[in-house]
């Protein structure tokens, strides 16, 4: 009943830029948390970024000072800003949010496709 939908990967140049962004759709009652994780080939899946219903944010410590997580809540939708890539960067992209359903009434955790970034000269 809850769909999460990623945009905006590719592949980049060492120092470019890319905005990430993931939407929201279905019958939502609310939305709470919301996050980017990242997966590199053969390692474990780990945080990028969070950001609360507050507007509150937490930054892995590889990406401060270079990503910028922010959401829209009209739009049930969350952004990630990516600016000085460097090839460690390279990963599948997740979004994730915790999400109650008018139907369920629970709050559940969801999860996008994912979305590949590449930093490559």
């Known amino acids: 009943q809850v769909q999460l939908v990623e945009s905006g990967g590719g592949l980049v140049q060492p120092g470019g830029s890319l905005r990430l962004s993931c939407a929201a759709f279905g019958s939502i009652f609310g939305i709470y948390g919301m996050a980017w994780y990242r997966q590199a080939p053969g390692k474990q899946r780990g945080l990028v970024a969070e950001?609360?219903?507050?507007?509150?944010?937490n930054y892995a410590d590889s990406v401060k000072g270079r990503f910028t997580i922010s959401r829209d809540n009209a739009k049930n939708t969350v952004y990630l800003q990516m600016n000085s890539l460097k090839p460690e960067d390279t990963a599948v992209y997740y979004c994730?949010?915790?999400?109650?359903?008018?139907?369920?009434?629970?709050?559940?955790?969801?999860w996008g496709q994912g979305t590949q970034v590449t930093v490559s000269s």
């Open positions: 950001i609360t219903s507050g507007g509150s944010t």
């Open positions: 994730n949010a915790a999400i109650s359903t008018v139907a369920a009434g629970i709050i559940g955790d969801y």
